[in-house]
């Protein structure tokens, strides 16, 4: 997640609240650290997308808000991301998979490439994919 207005750009707090501020949520955030926030039920829709459409040759499916689960990385587009972040993600991600059907991950850059950036250049999409190699990916 990369909010260039928000004051303390590494607080879970303050970059919630420059989210709301743009009436943009996400179900999930996670620090730096690999603290994990869920900022509102699964079963809600979270307006972590906006205008956007899946990236695949199988599934263009579009309003991508009203199908999925937004998980936001605290930390600028041009930070790498700390181990305790990705390990983190990985948590998430399996510990929702025990409960919800998912079946691929995607990037906000790449379901919304006109308008987001995130995650970025930095962040390192084989390591998650080695971790769910049976789960979709962009190529």
Known sequence: MYAPDCKAPLEVSACHETLIQH?????????PAGEIYQS????????HAGKSRMPFAQDTREAVNDFSIGIELIGGSLDPFPDAQYEALIFLTQTLRNV????????????????????????????????????TFLK
């Open 23 to 31: 009436h943009v949520s996400a179900h999930y955030y996670i620090t």
């Open 40 to 47: 509102i039920p699964d079963t809600l829709r979270a307006w």
């Open 100 to 135: 919800h059907p998912i079946s691929s991950i995607v990037g906000h850059d790449q379901i919304a490439p006109d308008r987001k950036t995130d995650p970025g250049s930095q962040f390192n999409w084989k390591r998650v994919q080695d971790r769910f190699k049976e789960l």
